[in-house]
């Protein structure tokens, strides 16, 4: 999938060291909420973990080739109360823009192309994504991409906002939003 300025395309073992690179940032891991402290064997066991995941994704800038971020789509690890009360067929969607790359709206660009596929291509009925309470940045995009709070549940010792987007009749076009946002 490719977008003005971004390659999405599936990790592959080249992307190892520009991952490593990535999340060596401090803010990056706290946000993100790896260890702060790791040893060097930690970030490859990282990288190869989200390499053996269906959809894990590098984000890669066309013009210089480089890995801005990731995206990971995996089903849905929600509580059964908030899972029961979805439509079938959710995707939780995890995503990071390394520091060099950052607030240079590449996330939102990513985002922006692979909602709609999912929607579109594959009968999704919803959309989850969750931030970490302190990252405002992730926040305020899902908030611009108009997912909606839905619940809130404790992860890692810290509370994730649950942010989720639900499909609709209509569909999702390029121009505009026309995914229904709902609680149930």
Do not use: W
Not at 119 to 133: A, E, P
Request: proline share 5%; glycine share 6%.
């Amino acid at each position: 999938m490719e977008t003005a300025r971004l390659l999405i395309r599936h990790m592959k073992e080249a992307d190892e060291q520009a991952f490593i690179r990535g999340i060596a940032d401090q803010a990056l891991r706290t946000a993100y909420g790896f260890p702060a402290e790791m040893d060097d064997a930690v970030p490859p066991q990282i990288f190869r973990h989200f390499c053996g995941l269906r959809n894990a994704f590098a984000l890669v800038e066309k013009n210089r080739g480089e890995m801005t971020g990731f995206l990971l789509d995996t089903d849905p690890e929600l509580p059964e109360e908030t899972r029961s009360a979805l439509p079938e067929n959710g995707h939780t969607l995890a995503f990071a823009i390394f520091p060099a790359f950052q607030r240079k709206g590449y996330m939102e660009e990513a985002m922006r192309a692979y909602i709609p596929y999912l929607f579109s291509n594959t009968g999704t009925g919803y959309i989850h994504c969750g931030h970490f309470t302190e990252n405002v940045p992730s926040r305020e995009l899902l908030h611009k991409l108009e997912f909606r709070e839905y619940s809130k549940h404790a992860l890692k010792d810290r509370i994730i906002v649950d942010e989720i987007r639900f499909r609709c009749a209509c569909k999702f076009t390029e121009n505009s939003s026309c995914v229904h946002i709902s609680r149930l």
